[in-house]
């Protein structure tokens, strides 16, 4: 069929313009809306549709293509019409058949009825006069039973009104004072109509004994002997009895008061000291000691179940007082919460802190029960979630300190060099150990939290792995902090600008600093690798911050950052022992007239003193860093670049004559050899290695020196005097250098700085040079043997 190919919602709506063209009222009634309906092409539908008119629109609005296609539409339109119409002829008749058929049904079961209905009619008008005839001949009967049972109700009420004081007494006897107050108040309506006439003496009587059970449950409510059951059961009475009760409501709520006092958290350590103490036996040295608390002081005092059951009294008693009753519940929580925090503040230890914590979600779940409308365990919960992460905090903040208390050791400076290294090397282990078994110790006691099967814990458990890894990120951030406050970085920048005045060596001891440089490059290498480790075996998840903050514990970061502050001690350990020599040898060099300068006799002080700083220098790296691959670069390991022209045999020679003309040629001679010469590398990069430091130190000290040569003028002594000097400090600094090239170079250049700078510039004779020095040597070896 062609109405197949429409659309579900045009045959629809097709089928419901059919049904309503057929219930439609008579289409001859005007309409409003016809000319304006009949104008469009979509007005076929309407009762008011004018052909001719639609025609006419029709051919001006279309070409001849679209009257076919228009033709071809309405052909197919009308042939689905006819095809609905019949259809719907179909079903309606079926429904009419059906129709008939059931009233004929109707009929036929109907027939028959109204004689029933007769005869029913006439039996139910039998039995309704035969019940007036009952009703009529015992009326005057049951009028006179009502009347005698109303006589007899009276009596008892007068009988009960007589026998009420017999009665109230034999209830003060058995202290009944619940049946007196049942009997009293029962009576109550008859006393305020015949109280004054008829029962004036049973009254007087009454009131009079119940004078006395009023003075009885006032003595009940306000005795201490007696349980608060009974003292509530009291204040119901005197309620009932219209006595004012706001009093004792001030007097029971002082009292609940007075039990807060009791239930303080503080006043119940021995709960928590029993716990910590079947627990601390699993800690092992991570718990701390207990606090002593007196036992027999327990025994005195008001438990959790015996403050519900007053509370649950109170609430009995006074049914609108839950506000106050939250209050004073709330106030209890926080203050043991603010006890709690204060017992953080002083390091306890895990399985302390996990008893206040049970002590508390039991009072909890206890006073829940009894006063739902507070809220306790959401209430509690952030009060939890408040202490635990304070406790993770101080916890942190207590590793920082052991760290720092570890370092402090080099702080005391001792009077031997030795006693000095060696403290160096304590303070570097103690320091290590107070790190990583530190970090382990911190890491074991968070993984027994998480273990916890408290029921306020394990909704904190994914914030606690949070907690956790963004303490330890902000715990290494501080601790490269502290390691900048102890080496004095973060209050001065002179070691950075080259300051030689010593000011900052004498506040911050050199070997901390390197103490320091070591324990970084421990951290970075060893310590937050096994950190990472733990952390991802235990502590895995959370994620509860957000991830627009990124991750709680960034290990790469950590390690970036003591990677550079390791560097940099190093360089400031190296800047600070240039920074003291350098001081030496300015007051070397400041303090002589070098014009006046006498023929030199020795070596110089100075070279003993400048050789006591590096062996000190030695003494301290060898204690804290790791030796090096040896490399020693000798002169005839080099390509000929690390010999100085300056110092070569031809250029002795010329400069041992006495005549002042050759020796400003050869001057000129050597600078212009180093046009021709290799440069040679002498600075390379500092590596955590005994020589690395050393050698490091020993050339800017050198290039310190040239540069305080080059400020002098000298004679020919002065000039003389520093060649001996210069000479003498070959062999010793050869030793301890693994780069003898670079020392020969660096030596080379004072004393040819020295003869740039000299008025005379005449060297030494050999033979005198290798006789000064023996000379020293041998008094050296003199004073090494007598002491």
Not at 62 to 69: A, P
Not at 444 to 462: A, C, E, H, Q
Not at 734 to 754: G, W, Y
Request: aromatic content about 8%; hydrophobic content about 40%; proline content about 3%.
């Amino acid at each position: 069929m062609a109405s197949d190919d429409l659309p579900l919602d045009d045959k629809a709506k097709r089928m419901r313009d059919l049904l309503s063209s057929f219930y439609a009222p008579d289409p001859s009634m005007p309409s409003n809306t016809t000319s304006a309906k009949s104008s469009s092409l979509d007005a076929i539908n309407t009762p008011s549709f004018d052909a001719d008119q639609y025609m006419n629109l029709l051919i001006q609005k279309s070409n001849l293509e679209g009257l076919l296609q228009r033709h071809v539409g309405m052909a197919a339109e009308i042939k689905n019409l006819d095809t609905d119409l019949q259809m719907l002829v179909y079903e309606n008749y079926n429904k009419f058949i059906s129709a008939t058929d059931t009233i004929k049904r109707m009929k036929n079961n109907i027939v028959g009825m109204e004689v029933n209905m007769e005869q029913l009619l006439e039996k139910i008008m039998s039995v309704q006069s035969r019940s007036d005839r009952v009703n009529t001949s015992l009326f005057e009967k049951r009028e006179h039973i009502e009347k005698l049972h109303r006589t007899r109700n009276l009596l008892r009420k007068v009988q009960f009104i007589y026998d009420l004081p017999t009665r109230l007494g034999k209830c003060i006897k058995s202290e009944a004072y619940a049946d007196a107050v049942k009997f009293f108040t029962g009576a109550m309506p008859i006393f305020k109509v015949y109280g004054d006439s008829s029962f004036q003496d049973c009254k007087r009587a009454s009131e009079e004994a119940m004078a006395i059970i009023i003075k009885n449950l006032k003595e009940k409510l306000f005795s201490d002997s007696e349980p608060i059951e009974a003292r509530a059961e009291a204040v119901v009475l005197l309620k009932q009895l219209d006595f004012p009760v706001d009093n004792l409501k001030a007097k029971l709520l002082e009292k609940l008061e007075h039990f807060l006092e009791d239930l303080h958290l503080e006043s119940r350590e021995v709960e928590m000291v029993s716990w910590d103490a079947d627990e601390s036996s699993h800690l092992g040295k991570f718990s701390d000691p207990i606090p002593s608390v007196p036992l027999e002081a327990s025994t005195k005092k008001v438990s959790i179940q015996e403050f519900a059951e007053a509370l649950h009294a109170y609430r009995v008693i006074f049914p609108n007082s839950e506000e106050r009753l939250i209050e004073l519940v709330r106030n209890l929580f926080t203050r043991n919460f603010e006890t709690i925090q204060q017992h953080i503040k002083k390091k306890i230890s895990l399985a302390y802190l996990l008893g206040m914590l049970r002590v508390v979600w039991t009072d909890v779940t206890i006073m829940d029960e009894v006063l739902p409308e507070a809220a306790l365990p959401d209430f509690s919960s952030q009060a939890v979630r408040g202490a635990i992460k304070q406790y993770i905090t101080s916890t942190f903040s207590y590793l920082l300190h052991d760290v720092s208390e570890a370092l402090t050791r080099v702080q005391t400076r001792p009077n031997e060099g030795l006693k000095e290294a060696c403290s160096l090397q304590v303070a570097l282990e103690a320091s290590k150990k107070a790190v990583i078994q530190g970090s382990m110790d911190v890491l074991l006691d968070f993984r027994r939290l998480l273990d916890d099967n408290l029921g306020m814990l394990v909704k904190l458990r994914d914030l606690i792995i949070d907690w956790v890894q963004e303490g330890f990120q902000k715990f290494f951030r501080a601790l490269d902090v502290h390691f900048l406050s102890l080496s004095g970085r973060n209050n001065s920048t002179s070691q950075e600008q080259g300051s030689v005045d010593g000011i900052q060596g004498d506040k911050v001891l050199a070997g901390l600093v390197l103490v320091l440089a070591q324990l970084s490059v421990f951290i970075e290498q060893r310590a937050i690798p096994r950190i990472t480790e733990e952390i991802a075996a235990s502590f895995s998840g959370g994620g509860v911050r957000g991830y627009e903050y990124g991750p709680a514990f960034v290990p790469g970061e950590i390690c970036r950052i003591f990677r550079s502050a390791g560097e940099k001690f190093l360089h400031l350990y190296i800047n600070m022992r240039t920074q003291k020599i350098s001081v030496l040898l300015r007051k070397r060099f400041m303090t002589p007239n070098w014009i006046k300068h006498k023929e030199p006799r020795e070596v110089h002080m100075f070279v003993d003193l400048f050789l006591q700083e590096l062996e000190a220098i030695g003494s301290e790296v060898q204690q804290i860093l790791p030796q090096g691959i040896s490399r020693k670069h000798r002169r005839t390991d080099s390509n000929g670049s690390t010999t100085s022209s300056r110092s070569n045999p031809m250029r002795e020679d010329k400069m041992s004559r006495s005549n002042t003309q050759r020796a400003r040629s050869q001057l000129l001679e050597t600078h212009l050899a180093k046009l021709f010469k290799q440069k040679m590398e002498i600075f390379t990069k500092v590596e955590y290695t005994q020589e690395s430091i050393i050698s490091t130190t020993v050339k800017l000290c050198l290039k310190s020196l040239q540069e305080f040569v080059r400020l002098q003028t000298f004679n020919r002594s002065g000039f003389q005097q520093i060649q001996l000097d210069i000479q003498f400090l070959r062999s010793p600094l050869k030793e301890i250098v693994e780069d003898e090239a670079a020392i020969d170079f660096l030596l080379d250049e004072v004393v040819v700085a020295a003869a740039e700078r000299c008025l005379d510039p005449i060297h030494l004779e050999p033979t005198i040079l290798d006789k000064l020095i023996q000379a020293k040597l041998a008094r050296s070896r003199e004073q090494n043997t007598s002491s």
